[in-house]
Structure formats: C-alpha cells, structure tokens
C-alpha cells in the first residue's frame, strides 16, 4: 500500500481549487492562477469566485512561455514567503517566470519535513584539538611573539580533522 504525504505546515501556501487544466493557489498574500496539465476534472469554484479571488493570472503564449496578467499594477514580481515546521524556519523568495513557475514546488514541503528532522538527529562530532603549549617559547628564554608554525596538511590527527596552517 502506498502511503500519502501530505504537507501540515504550510502556512503561507494553500491550494484554493483546481480543475479543468488550471489551479488557484495562494502563495502568502497573492493568489495565483496557473495552468496545470493535470487537472483534468471540473473546478469546485464558479468561474466569477477565481476571478474575484485572483491577483496573478499566467496566460500562455506557447507550450513553453506566457506572460502573468495582473489586476493590480502595484503587485510585486517578487515576494517572500515562509515555512516553519518544529525543527525549521524556511524562507522562500518567489518571482514570476515567463514558464508559469514562481520558484517553488509546494508540494516537495514533505520532505523538507524530512530533512529538517534528520538533521535533527545528526551529530555533529567534536573536532579533535592538537595540545599545544604557548610556554614551549619561554622555557627556551626567548621574547616576543610566537612565529607562526605551519603544520604539512598531509599530517593527520587521530580522528576526522586534518590541520592546516595551523599557528603555534
């Protein structure tokens, strides 16, 4: 049995209706209308609530390009928008495409749940220290500062971190 993923966090995005080759969603403050060569059943809407609901409208010129039709020219081409779950805040900068996307496929926020968890989980480990004795110059006698000592980067510590000009 397949199981279905669906997004419970999302704030900021909400799919108003689809149907008849298009869908009205709602990207944080701006709805949009764009087509959608999936939606082959009826919309649920009347045509007069899509049109009332709508600020963006993409009309396409071909199968690959089209234009966004506002309602209002004050309307930005780009904005923001967020996603929060318990382990993550994410913030999303849209724009208007001339190929009808604005940046972001809302549908994918499942597995940002699913990474934002592992990571969650991951440990990270401790970096690996060199003992190192700032006294090592005055036990010789010597003033002033410490040079600096490079270490050959092909010399590794025990565990994962290897050193680099690292000042002794």
Not at 14 to 43: S, T, Y
Not at 116 to 135: D, N, S, V, Y
């Amino acid at each position: 049995m397949i199981e279905l993923l669906a997004p419970t966090h999302w704030k900021d995005y909400e799919l108003i209706d689809c149907g008849d080759f298009e869908k009205l969603e709602r990207f944080g403050n701006l709805v949009l209308i764009r087509p959608e060569p999936q939606a082959v059943w009826c919309k649920q809407l009347s045509p007069g609530e899509w049109q009332r609901l709508h600020h963006i409208k993409f009309k396409g010129r071909s199968a690959t390009t089209g234009e966004w039709i506002k309602k209002n020219a004050n309307i930005p081409d780009r904005w923001h928008i967020e996603y929060k779950n318990p382990e993550a805040s994410i913030k999303f900068r849209l724009a208007l495409t001339s190929f009808k996307h604005v940046g972001i496929f809302p549908e994918q926020a499942v597995n940002w749940d699913y990474i934002t968890a592992c990571l969650k989980k991951f440990k990270t480990p401790e970096p690996t220290c060199l003992p190192i004795r700032a006294a090592r110059r005055s036990s010789r006698g010597q003033q002033g500062p410490i040079p600096p000592t490079s270490i050959p980067s092909s010399k590794w510590l025990p565990g994962p971190t290897k050193i680099r000009n690292f000042l002794v």
